[in-house]
C-alpha cells in the first residue's frame, strides 16, 4: 500500500464485522482493497472478503485518531496456509509470528470463523458442527486451531499437538490435568471424538483426538 485509502475504502474498512473482519460492499471497491493488500478472498464460494492485518490497522487508526494514516506492511505470513497458522505448542518461544496478544486473538478469531464457514459449505448437510474434509488432511493445525480458539494456551507450558501413527488422529499433551481436561472439553465442542490415555511407562497422561463423522 502506497498511499492512504480513500474515504470510500475507510467507511467499507470501519463497517467490518468488528468479529471477523468481513467486508461487504460493490465487487469493484472490495477489488480495490484486496489490490492494496488491505483485504483478502476466501478462497471458496462466495468468495467473501475479509481484512487482512494492514486492513485491521486501518480500521484501528480510523477510532484512534491519533493512529499513522498509513498502514505499515503487513507481517510476512505463516507458510503452513499463506495466511495463519494456529500454534500447535511446538513453536520456538517467543513464536516467530508473536505479536500483541489483542491482534493475535483477532487472528484466531477471524481464523476459527473461516473454518465453521469452510465446514457449511463443504459438507454436504451444510454442518458447521462437525469437522470437514480440509481438517481431516490437516489433523495437526485443525486440532491446534480448535484449542487456541477456546483460549487453551500453547506450550512451552501448554498444550502441544502431534501427529500420531493412527490414522485422523492427533495426541494432545498438557503438562497440567486440569488444563488437559480443558483441551478436551475445547476439541469434543468444536466436533472431535477424544479419549484420554496413559504414556508408557511413566505414565503421563494424554489425549487421541479424532474429527468426528457423524
Not at 503438562?175 to 465442542?189: F, N, Q, T
Amino acid at each position: 500500500m502506497t498511499k492512504p485509502p480513500t474515504a470510500a475504502q475507510r467507511r467499507i474498512i470501519e463497517a467490518a464485522d468488528p468479529a471477523t473482519g468481513r467486508l461487504s460492499g460493490s465487487e469493484t471497491q472490495l477489488a480495490g482493497l484486496v489490490r492494496h493488500g488491505l483485504a483478502f478472498r476466501h478462497p471458496r464460494p462466495p468468495h467473501a472478503c475479509f481484512l487482512t492485518p494492514a486492513g485491521h490497522r486501518v480500521r484501528e487508526g480510523a477510532q484512534d485518531p491519533s493512529a499513522a494514516g498509513v498502514p505499515a506492511p503487513a507481517p510476512a505470513a505463516p507458510a503452513a496456509t499463506g495466511l495463519f497458522a494456529a500454534r500447535t505448542g511446538a513453536e520456538p518461544a517467543p513464536p516467530p509470528d508473536a505479536g500483541s496478544p489483542a491482534a493475535r486473538a483477532r487472528d484466531v478469531r477471524s481464523a476459527w470463523e473461516g473454518l465453521l464457514e469452510l465446514r457449511r459449505m463443504t459438507n454436504p448437510d451444510g454442518a458447521r458442527d462437525r469437522p470437514c474434509g480440509w481438517e481431516r488432511t490437516h489433523l495437526v493445525q485443525a486440532a491446534a486451531l480448535a484449542l487456541e480458539a477456546a483460549g487453551c494456551p500453547p506450550g512451552p507450558e501448554g498444550y502441544r499437538v502431534d501427529e500420531t501413527p493412527q490414522p485422523e488422529a492427533v495426541a494432545v499433551r498438557d503438562p497440567a490435568p486440569e488444563r488437559l481436561g480443558a483441551c478436551a472439553a475445547a476439541l469434543e465442542a468444536a466436533g472431535w471424538q477424544v479419549s484420554e490415555h496413559a504414556e508408557r511407562p511413566r505414565g503421563a497422561r494424554y489425549l487421541l483426538a479424532s474429527p468426528r463423522r457423524g
